[in-house]
T-cell receptor, first 116, second 112 residues
Framework: GAGVSQSPSNKVTEKGKDVELRCDPI?????LYWYRQSLGQGLEFLIY????????KSGLPSDRFSAERTGGSVSTLTIQRTQQEDSAVYLC??????????????FGAGSRLTVL | KQEVTQIPAALSVPEGENLVLNCSFT??????LQWFRQDPGKGLTSLLL?????REQTSGRLNASLDKSSGRSTLYIAASQPGDSATYLC???????????FGTGTRLQVTL
């Protein structure tokens, strides 16, 4: 696609429910990143994918969070047994892979999650 | 652990003024630094990317500088316009995976 597409754009759920957030990266981008932006805080890294593998999951805040990527394309971030502190905007970004580290990330519009 | 700080947190200026946004980081071992713009309800737009070996980058009315040894970067916006109103974020890349550490941003409002 022309840009990074995320769905849903807004999600309201009850505490304890599971949620899935979807990211459709730019076609051909091999690197995919998930970030979280909580109210009053900066963006924090969650996980990144190179192809279908996730070399760095260090930012996932707990084992309730998981992510997968299939076919080197779409990624799903799953939050199980949601808590109120999970309320945030979840941003996805993709990039063509550049070994030098000079990746320029293109971000999606984000999925706003509200846990009641 | 890398920490990124942005000053000021908010800024309001009249149209036409030149302005400077500041970003500081604690670990100078970076690959690059990026400045982003975030509009309400939208994603991030990359404005400028400065490699660690570079001192500055320019794009139109925007100029970003990098002093890696002192852990500082500035974003200079010339002749500000109301359309420049947004939150500006700086982010440093300290790994080959381009995992970014973000500052908390400067919210800019340019008034008529």
């Amino acid at each position: 696609g022309a840009g990074v597409s995320q769905s849903p754009s807004n999600k309201v759920t009850e505490k304890g429910k599971d949620v899935e957030l979807r990211c459709d990266p730019i076609s051909g981008h091999t690197a995919l990143y998930w970030y979280r932006q909580s109210l009053g805080q900066g963006l924090e890294f969650l996980i990144y994918f190179q192809g279908n593998s996730a070399p760095d999951k260090s930012g996932l805040p707990s084992d309730r969070f998981s992510a997968e990527r299939t076919g080197g394309s779409v990624s799903t971030l799953t939050i199980q047994r949601t808590q109120q502190e999970d309320s945030a905007v979840y941003l996805c970004a993709s990039s063509p892979w550049v070994v030098s580290g000079a990746n320029v990330l293109t971000f999606g519009a984000g999925s706003r999650l509200t846990v009641l | 652990k890398q920490e990124v700080t942005q000053i000021p947190a908010a800024l309001s200026v009249p149209e036409g003024e030149n302005l400077v946004l500041n970003c500081s980081f604690t670990d100078s071992a970076i690959y690059n630094l990026q400045w982003f713009r975030q509009d309400p309800g939208k994603g991030l737009t990359s404005l400028l990317l400065i490699q660690s070996s570079q001192r500055e980058q320019t794009s139109g009315r925007l100029n970003a500088s990098l002093d890696k040894s002192s852990g500082r970067s500035t974003l200079y916006i010339a002749a500000s316009q109301p359309g420049d109103s947004a939150t500006y974020l700086c982010a440093v890349n300290t790994g080959t995976a381009s995992k970014l550490t973000f500052g908390t941003g400067t919210r800019l409002q340019v008034t008529l």
